[in-house]
Structures are given as C-alpha cells and as structure tokens.
C-alpha cells in the first residue's frame, strides 16, 4: 500500500517500482489522502482552459484514474482537503478544515480502516520532513505511522475492522546521490543537467539513510507515462523530462527506499520491498497482535534513526523544513503553488 498526499505523488515518488510489483503479480492499492484540491494548473499549454478551471478537483480526479489505469494500481481517496502551500512572509494560517489541521485520531482512523479492509504486507509513506516540506506532506507520515501502530491493535478503532498489522514501512526518498549520479553523467556526455541549482541547493541538506535499492529500470516510462497523465500538473517538456531515459536507465536503474521499521529483521543493502516477509505465512503473521512496549509503541526488528536537525543559517528553523531554501523547480514540479494564498473553490 502506498500512503501519499495528492494526485501525482503516486507518479513521482516510486512509481516504477509499483508497476514493477504489480507486473510481478503483487496487488498494490494507492491512497491518496487528499484530493490536491489546491494545487494550480501547472502545464503552460493547459493554462486558462475554460474547463479546467471551472472544475479542477474533477479533472485531478480523472487524470488520478488514468494514472492508476496506467500504473496498474487499485486506488483509494482518503477524502481530506489539500492544505495548499502556504507562501509569503510570515506564512499565513493554514485554511480552515484542511488535511494537515484535521485531528490525527480522525485521518488516522480512515487509513487504519482502508488498511484492515486492503490488509497489506508494506506500507510505503514519507519520511519525517514529508521528503519535501509540504504540510500535506508532513502530515502524510504523521498519519501512516499512526495507522500503522493502531492497525494491528484490537483495542485501536474497534469499528474500523479487524485488525491488521502490515509488517514493514518505507519512505519514498529523493536520494541525493542518485540526482547528483545523474547530474554528472549529464555533465559529463555533455548535455545540460536541469539539476544544476538543486545539486547546490541541496548540499546541506543530510542524506538519509537509504538502504534498500529496487531495480526498476525497465519500467521508467511507464513512471512516466503515469506522470503525463497528470497532464495539468506537469509540464510534457519540463524538469521531469530533461533527462533522457537511455541515461537514467543506465546511470540508476532503480529505485531507493529507506527502511523505517521493520518486524523482521533485515538484511542489508536489500533489493526488494518484501524482503524477509516472502518465506512468512503472511496472513496469520499479520493477524497477530505485536508485542509491544510500555508505552504501546510496536517492538521492531529495525527502526531508521533520522538525520539530527541541520541549522546552518542559524534561524532555529531545520534547514529541512524551509520551503524558501528549495529550488523553485522542486515546489513547481511538486504542484502545490497556492494561489496567492487564496482559498479555492
Ligand atoms: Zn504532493
């Protein structure tokens, strides 16, 4: 099952690996925990279509299934409202009723009862900082580590279903190493990196600890083709496309994940999401309650430990967290420009 904010993150973050599972036979249910109601028409050739704008949340929600078609994918809609990207200086508040401001017992509980109805094996979400500093973003790990502590627990949400406990988590990451790999290969057959600002921009930014490798390669445009299926939130001729796929494929072909808990002890570097579960009677493993501690949290086999804070500014803040320190490609190809603070309707 994979856990993400909006309509598109399914396409951007880990999709190859997806399609590579779902070739493999292994059922795979996207969720998406908010319909990116405010995001913005990002696709300049898409911009000022009278029947886009009228109703954007319906055309998200059609291109969502086109992707899903495309992916191979089952699909759920949590049914929580895109906080938006808020911008400015101070930020302004988020919108009332918003994903990212909705009590976590309550977006918890819908992910606890799609996990006990789906009843996965792995999880796969965001890391701590979202992976990029959208507060959907945040609130998406939030919300899949406190589903997956409850749904194995009989006293958790007792109608949300039966319990379920799923036995690994991943975050979806952008390996550092992997854009600077291909931003020199791209430098060094002598075709322009797209990565340039972001190599620089993200030099202080901690590499996590990212320890699991899928290769994928084969199935690239298929992320691709699921990608430009969102066609008003990506740019057919942009970022995402700069690199061609013959160097990607051989420069990085695969996937990088980071173990965040595991109740079976694992194996590094792995090579597949489902290590160590595939010798297990699955369906009786995760029927059973797991042990925990005192104060209820899940005894793991394998828990990542998350980069300390970096403050080289010095303003307090986790250089992380900053939306202002990232490249602007990275929030525009990401989708979620708010619309001048302005709520949409
Ligand atoms: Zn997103």
């Known amino acids: 099952m994979a856990v993400h904010a909006h309509p598109d993150d399914e396409s951007s973050k880990?999709?190859?690996?997806?399609a590579k599972y779902v070739t493999e036979g292994v059922r795979v249910r996207v969720v998406s925990?908010?319909?990116?109601?405010?995001?913005?028409?990002?696709?300049e050739k898409l911009k000022g279509d009278p029947h886009i704008e009228r109703d954007l949340a319906q055309v998200r929600r059609d291109e969502m299934a086109r992707a899903a078609e495309i992916l191979g994918v089952e699909h759920t809609w949590l049914g929580f409202v895109d906080s938006g990207l808020p911008e400015g200086d101070p930020l302004p508040p988020l919108p009332e009723g918003c994903f990212a401001l909705e009590p976590v017992e309550v977006t918890a509980e819908a992910l606890v009862r799609v996990i006990r109805e789906f009843r996965p094996h792995v999880i796969t979400t965001y890391d701590e900082n979202g992976g990029y500093p959208h507060p959907d973003h945040i609130m998406t790990h939030v919300v899949s580590m406190a589903a997956f502590r409850a749904a194995g627990d009989p006293t958790a949400y007792p109608h949300a279903g039966d319990p379920w406990q799923p036995q690994k988590v991943y975050y979806s990451g952008w390996s550092i190493k992997r854009i600077r790999k291909i931003h020199d290969a791209m430098v060094a057959e002598g075709l322009e990196s797209p990565y340039l600002d972001w190599?620089?921009?993200?030099?202080?930014?901690?590499?996590?600890d990212i320890n699991t490798f899928v290769p994928c390669a084969e199935f690239f445009p298929v992320r691709d083709d699921a990608l430009r299926a969102h066609a008003t939130q990506v740019d057919p001729d942009g970022f995402w496309f700069a690199v061609p796929m013959e160097l990607q494929?051989?420069?990085?072909?695969?996937?990088?994940?980071?173990l965040a808990v595991s109740l079976v002890e694992p194996s590094f570097p792995e090579d597949d999401l489902f290590a160590g579960l595939r010798e297990l009677d699955l369906e009786a493993v995760c029927r059973r309650s797991p042990q925990r501690d005192a104060d209820g949290e899940i005894v793991a086999a394998y828990r990542s430990v998350p980069p300390p804070p970096?403050?080289?500014?010095?303003?307090?803040?986790?250089?992380a967290r900053q939306t202002e320190d990232l490249d602007d490609e990275v929030t525009e190809l990401e989708g979620h420009h708010d619309r001048d603070g302005e709520q949409a309707s």
């Open 14 to 18: 880990g999709a190859a690996t997806t």
């Open 33 to 43: 925990c908010t319909g990116g109601e405010r995001g913005d028409v990002l696709n």
């Open 199 to 208: 190599v620089e921009g993200l030099r202080q930014r901690p590499e996590r």
């Open 249 to 258: 494929q051989r420069v990085h072909p695969t996937e990088d994940w980071e």
């Open 310 to 319: 970096q403050d080289e500014d010095g303003d307090g803040v986790d250089d």
